[in-house]
């Protein structure tokens, strides 16, 4: 963990709710896809943890839904002002575990993070499908990036408003065959992949927290090989270990 | 310029410690700087037998200010002595405080006694004011005849000094400390946090898990410092203030009140460095306010 002053670069609007927040500063502490940063906002006590949906040098991307006034007062900063960030936090995706046919499913908010894990898997030679949840069309984003990437992305929106109606596991006998599983999103959605997906796998979960590196306890889960607590020891937990 | 305190003859380089449940058992933040720039540390919170504490959502936001109904997860008195507390000691070379807590007059004894033979233990603190167990915790804190019961038992097992850690969620705060007093405390921290509760306007329930929560930060600072300030009045045995503090300046206001040194909860999960960077300033604030030695402004503004 490391705490950082980084510079508002651009912070646009990519779908209903969802915007995109570019970043420079000191990126060293961010060693793996599924980290999360930590950061202050003028006038609220707790800091607002965000994923990590892109990195490339000292640019920092980090892709986040307006749901509150927090996330509100941080939709309304501009280009060059500065934001106060713990990171490197978080474990991370293990990319070495996965085969050469991953598969990547994200819900909603879950969806950033599996963009630099995308990124990772293409580096390594592997070649990442998507399935991508959302609500309904007006919140869809991120699908053409990762097309960009040259990855196969499948959407599913619950009320069938934009691609295939219907939830994420609805989509799981149709994207092709897949040898491991990397999902980010609600617990109703990881723990329906969790039941449907065949192979062994990567979750992502999220929580609410106090301070984001370990000294809480705010955030705090059961697993089969003891408690373990989301911001320090997670968010990714390995499939085997999960207990619901 | 002097910072040195001294807490029931264990001196401290300064009155700054991190208060229990804010700063685990140090070893997120020895990554980050020296522990031993620390006046002393507090860990978190043990009890007799492991916690797994309470259901997630655990942590809410108020102005100024979090809740938190963590609900005493710990691993409990074996797991802390035989590992946290000899991990500890490589990252921490001076005496620590061992908070404590228990649902029976035997738990408390049971942790005072294990913690009485840890050699870097130089204070117990017992905590008498949870607000997020049931059926113990807080109970003991809220009525003086019990808390003087706690005192008693804890006493009777150790030969370190004990410091009792106060509820604010009484009526009048001087009866439990006094009560405590007259029990054969040597100290008392104070506050705990105050019991507060946030509904989340779309499911319209509370946001914790556990309905209520303790909340700390600067929103509770007037407050801690007032209820230091009447304990002073009330008792000779010494006080650390505890409840919101974030500065340099709210050190020393903390030991005008009467506080001999002073924890610091949640502005450690804030801002990791918070302690470190409070260290680092006060000899500016000292300056600033005219202070030669930060010991003899212990009360004064009584």
């Not at chain 1, 900063?77 to 598969?103: A, C, H, I, V, Y």
């Not at chain 1, 630099?116 to 869809?140: D, H, M, Q, Y």
């Not at chain 2, 590992?83 to 061992?98: M, R, S």
Request: hydrophobic residues 40%; charged residues 20%; proline residues 5%.
């Amino acid at each position: 963990m490391e705490k950082r002053l980084f510079t508002i670069e651009n912070n646009e609007k990519l779908a209903e709710t969802v915007r995109g927040l570019t970043l420079t500063g000191d990126t060293g502490a961010l060693v793996r896809p599924g980290q999360f940063v930590n950061l202050a906002l003028e006038g609220f006590y707790l800091r607002r943890p965000i994923s990590v949906c892109d990195l490339e040098g000292d640019k920092l991307t980090l892709v986040y839904k307006t749901v509150g006034k927090g996330t509100e007062k941080l939709a309304a900063m501009k280009k060059g002002e500065r934001l106060d960030l713990l990171t490197g936090l978080g474990n991370g995706f293990d990319t070495g575990k996965s085969g050469p046919r991953p598969l990547l499913v994200g819900g909603g908010a879950g969806a950033p993070p599996l963009y630099l894990l995308a990124k990772r898997l293409l580096e390594e030679g592997k070649s990442p499908r998507l399935i991508l949840g959302f609500k309904t069309a007006r919140e869809v984003f991120l699908e053409n990036a990762f097309r960009a990437l040259g990855c196969a992305v499948l959407v599913t929106t619950a009320d069938g408003s934009y691609a295939a109606k219907g939830f994420v596991t609805d989509a799981l006998d149709r994207c092709g065959a897949y040898d491991y599983c990397f999902a980010c999103g609600p617990e109703p959605m990881l723990r329906a992949v969790y039941t449907r997906c065949g192979t062994d796998g990567q979750f992502s979960f999220e929580a609410r927290m106090g301070c984001g590196f370990g000294a809480c306890m705010g955030c705090t889960c059961r697993t089969k090989y003891g408690h373990k607590r989301i911001c320090r020891d997670g968010p990714v937990l390995e499939k085997g270990e999960i207990v619901w | 310029m002097n910072t040195s305190v001294t807490l029931s003859g264990l001196k401290l380089d300064n009155p700054v410690i991190p208060a229990s449940g804010c700063f685990g058992y140090g070893a997120e933040f020895a990554e980050l700087y020296d522990l031993d720039i620390l006046g002393s540390l507090a860990i978190k919170g043990t009890t007799l037998f492991p916690r797994f504490g309470n259901p997630l959502p655990r942590i809410a936001e108020g102005p100024e200010g979090l809740l938190n109904a963590v609900g005493l997860q710990n691993p409990g008195i074996d797991a802390v002595c035989e590992t946290a507390l000899p991990c500890l000691k490589k990252l921490y070379g001076k005496p620590v405080i061992a908070n404590i807590s228990g649902f029976s007059l035997e738990e408390y004894a049971a942790c005072a006694r294990a913690m009485d033979a840890q050699e870097n233990v130089g204070i117990i603190e017992v905590n008498i004011s949870c607000p997020n167990v049931h059926g113990g915790g807080m109970s003991f804190g809220t009525d003086p005849r019990a808390a003087a019961e706690v005192t008693e038992a804890v006493k009777r097992t150790t030969a370190k000094p004990v410091y009792i850690k106060l509820s604010p969620n009484v009526t009048d705060i001087s009866e439990i400390a006094r009560a405590c007093e007259g029990a054969g405390a040597d100290g008392l921290s104070l506050i705990n946090t105050l019991l507060a509760m946030r509904i989340d306007l779309n499911t319209r329930k509370p946001v914790l898990a556990n309905l209520m929560g303790g909340l700390s930060g600067p929103a509770v600072f007037p407050v801690a410092l007032r209820m230091v300030y009447q304990v002073y009045e009330a008792v000779k045995i010494p006080v650390i203030g505890m409840g919101g503090v974030s500065s340099a300046e709210d050190v020393v206001e903390m030991l005008l009140a009467g506080a001999t040194a002073v924890q610091v909860g949640a502005a450690n999960l804030k801002n990791p460095f918070a302690a470190k960077e409070i260290i680092a300033d006060l000899p500016r604030a000292m300056r600033k306010y005219g202070i030669e030695n930060l010991r003899d402004i212990i009360g004064e503004a009584h």
